[in-house]
Structure formats: C-alpha cells, structure tokens
C-alpha cells in the first residue's frame, strides 16, 4: 500500500525559505515518478515539479530558480526547498507519486497522470 505523508509547511514571510518533506512508504520513492503539487483556494491543483528515478526533472515556470527538488534516499524520502518565497505561493502543497510519467523523455507534470496522493501540508508567504 502506497502511503505518502507530507509535513514542514508553515508561515514565512515574502522573500523567506521553507522546506517541505515527503515520507512515502510502500514504493521506493527513488525509482518512482515523484512530484510536488499545489493548490490554492478556488484555484485548480497545479504541478510544481516532478522528478523521475531521482534525476530528470521537470519544474513548472514559477519554480525554477526557486525550488529545489531533491531525495533522501536512506529515508525514502522526497524533498522541495523553497527560497525567495513570494505571497502567491501559498498554497497547500500535495506530494504524489507514479511509477513512470515520462513523456517524450521529459516528467510529467500533469495532475491526473498521478495516482498517490498525501494529503497535504500548508504553506503560506505573508507580504
């Protein structure tokens, strides 16, 4: 059973870092396609990053630069640094997990290629 648990959110201010942690179980997160995910009110969920096998990744525009994704192997772990934070990125932010989302060589960053889910951490950037 595949169980995806997310902690680390919290509140910073504009221009402040945060990290974000994904435990997952019941999948080796490393040789899955693991990716970062958000959601604002009214908003639709939205891809943040997504990194296949723990190296081809795929950031969406408003990450790069910014965020980082990385593993922790030993503890099955997935990762999301977040530097120079700005109020539009607070949001709920959801781990998933799918065994294969390359396409065209490139990770999907699709919400409904994924099909584990956590249940989400808040993180909120105040002015």
């Known amino acids: 059973q595949v169980r995806l648990v997310e902690s680390g959110g919290g509140s910073v201010q504009a221009g402040g870092s945060l990290r974000v942690s994904c435990a997952a179980s019941?999948?080796?997160?490393?040789?899955?396609?693991m990716g970062w995910f958000r959601q604002s009110p009214g908003k639709e969920r939205e891809g943040v990053v997504t990194?296949?096998?723990?190296?081809?990744?795929n950031y969406a525009d408003s990450a790069k630069g910014r965020f980082t994704v990385s593993h922790d192997n030993a503890k099955n772990t997935l990762y999301l640094q977040m530097n120079s934070l700005k109020p539009e990125d607070t949001a709920m932010y959801y781990c998933?997990?799918?065994?294969?989302?390359?396409?065209?060589?490139?990770?999907?960053?699709?919400?409904?290629?994924?099909?584990?889910w956590g249940q989400g951490t808040q993180v909120t950037v105040s002015s």
């Open positions: 990194v296949q096998s723990g190296t081809m990744t």
């Open positions: 998933a997990a799918t065994p294969f989302c390359l396409v065209r060589g490139i990770p999907s960053i699709r919400v409904g290629d994924f099909p584990y």
């Open positions: 019941g999948i080796t997160a490393s040789s899955y396609c």
